[in-house]
């Protein structure tokens, strides 16, 4: 009777480390899984090694992408594109200084941190910070092609001078 019951003891353990076995396998597989899918692997060692590898700066081409729509609107003859296009320049700066570590509430606290040696044209990206805000804080604000192209290069220079494309 003894040796039964170890039989089946046995019998027993081998299937739960079978089952256990394959647990833990598709507990590892999906591990692997959700850390390919997460930022984790991308900020601990992809980057580094895109950057390394690479001319450009990690996500250069996206802001590049970006950057290539915002423009296309200033080519529109509309004055609200025109606008818009001030907007999203300037939001691809404040997402880009963010990216640097710059903390603040708003971009213009992030600007006061920058010096004139880390943003060469920090006065200007000041100017056309003033424009961005008129045209969003006064809905009679007029802003004409000339003003839009002028803030336009302003954001262009300094996204250069900050090497995000």
């Known amino acids: 009777m003894g040796v039964f019951i170890a039989s089946q003891f046995q019998e027993i353990s081998s299937t ?4 256990s076995g394959l647990i833990s396998f598709l507990l590892f597989i999906l591990i692997i899984f959700l ?6 692997l991308k900020l601990l060692f992809w980057q580094d090694i895109v950057e390394f590898l690479g001319s450009r700066a990690y996500g250069a081409k996206k802001f590049v992408k970006k950057w290539n729509k915002i ?3 200033l080519e529109l003859p509309s004055e609200a594109e025109h606008k818009l296009a ?6 691809l700066l404040d997402e880009i200084l963010r990216k640097m570590g710059f903390g603040g509430e708003t971009i213009g606290d992030r600007l006061k941190q920058l010096t004139p ?7 200007e990206v000041w100017e ?3 424009i961005r805000n008129n045209i969003v804080h006064d809905p009679d604000y007029r802003l004409s092609p000339e003003e839009a192209r002028k803030a336009f290069e302003i954001y262009e220079r300094a996204l250069t001078n900050l090497e995000a494309f």
């Open 86 to 91: 001030i907007i999203e320049a300037e939001g």
């Open 35 to 40: 850390l390919t899918r997460s930022e984790f």
């Open 71 to 73: 423009k296309r609107k």
């Open 16 to 19: 739960v480390k079978i089952i």
């Open 117 to 123: 040696v880390q943003l060469q044209n920090l006065e």
């Open 128 to 130: 056309a910070h003033k």
